[in-house]
């Protein structure tokens, strides 16, 4: 049976939620932890993508955890690299390393009604057991593959921008590039500026741009972060006004938020009527889909790029990829030495392709036959004892998912202390409870952004958005209160009820 006393807890997942729900657990006094790793490092997103140019656009300030901010950042924007090498810094700090399990790749979770436990096993042949279990494995973190005709026949190099290959050269290759989503735009450039190269961008869909240029923190900087740590707490609260008010633009119906969708929407334009010159280029480049229908792309880099001799803007659309190149719908053909596919990523994979079960033996599957959902984005009835951490319907894509993972980990952990407490019997929700998260989703995504008629990563199957559809300080607020009589009683309150 379960200890509510000292909890055994498993958590599958070394990235910067992983870690951050390390921490705070403790924090609570909840101590036996094991972090299991798939990978033979820790790191999440920023170990998989290791593209060139591959970097953060939130400020590096503001994307740090509210517990260890760190003065070392060496660019406003940092690199991938570098992002990497912070988590990897907190994760030693905190003695993180001691309870995470590396190359543990879970591929089963299930539920068992009578002891209240989950059986966890990896591929690697172990097996663990939890009262309680945390699926921290991300969001973006299953690459899309486009379903092109031909794909698998490509004589050359092809590769995912998140499953990059370091050993190849690129130097006088003719390389092309599929999409021109925010991992598209930081890639690009590189590649563009690489010796010899030529290289052909395929763009289905142009996108707006919002203008947002790096710089490099001096020693001198650094020092004053160190000296006043107050310093940093300003820049990350510069920062992260700004998205706020981006959340506004994208989802408030207000007069006001209107206007600010207004502002951002020029600011867009013109960055791309004042970057390229050339306007058979320029229309190309140019969105025929509201301001941030499709996530934003905050970058720098790109439009002076595209407008190289070496760069080429291909918008015909591809018709099939045969073993010399890309065929595209005018009949011609783009030989290549090199594929890179900047396609995205799958975000309704969450915890799969894990065989998940909960009471029952009820797979996640079957449970998500209709809508991918969780009430407040964590927890999802018949899955006892589970939260899903960045679950749907987390504001994801347009704030920093640092403080999201720490405010949803903050959530979880009032939620284990009431059951510690023995105010509840189990930690589920009622079916209820989902049925009127999502009335409350529905009453909220109507005037987004979102739902103004473009193709993006952020809808579902049926076109709701798969984010927070309103605003951030309103995500924060219901976070901050947890409802407990959203829980189901449970058998012993039953009993004590009959
Ligand atoms: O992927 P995307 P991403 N034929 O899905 C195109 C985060 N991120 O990896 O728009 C032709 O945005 C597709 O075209 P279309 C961030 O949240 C953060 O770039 O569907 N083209 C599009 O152009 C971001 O939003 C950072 O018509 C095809 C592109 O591929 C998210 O990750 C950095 C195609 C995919 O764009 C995903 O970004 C990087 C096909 N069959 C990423 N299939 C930070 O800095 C797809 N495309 C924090």
Redesign the pocket.
Known sequence: MSNRKNPSVVIIGAGMTGIALVVKLREAGITNITLLEKATDIGGTWRE?RYPG?????PSHAYTYSFEPWPEWDKF?ADGSQIHEYFKMVWKKYGVDKVTKLGQLVTSCSFDDNSQQWTIKTQAGDAYTADLLFSATGI?HKP?F???PGLDSFAGITMH??LWDDSVEFKNKKIGV?????????LIPELIDMPGTDVTV????P?WLVELKNKDYSTKDKAAFRADAGKMARVKKFALGIYQLGTTALTGDSLKDRLMHRLFAWNAKRYLEKSIADPVLREKLTPKYKFGC??V??NSTFYPAIQKPNAHLVTEG?EKITPQGIVTKDGKTHALDILV?????DPAAFMRPMNFTGRNGLSIDKAWETKIQAYRSLMIPEFPNFFLMLGPNSP??NYSVIDMSEIQAEYCIKVIQRWQQGGLDVIEVKPEAVAQWRELLKSKMGHTVWKSGC???YLDADGDPLTWPDKWASWVKMMREVDFSVFKPGQATEKKAA
């Open positions: 993508n591959v970097a953060c656009d939130v924007l973006l899309a486009p379903n092109i921008s998140a599929i999409g021109v989503g925010s991992s598209a735009v930081q395929f763009q289905r869909t996108q499709k996530r792309v905050m591809i596919l900047a396609t995205g990523f994801i894509g193709q993006s990563w």
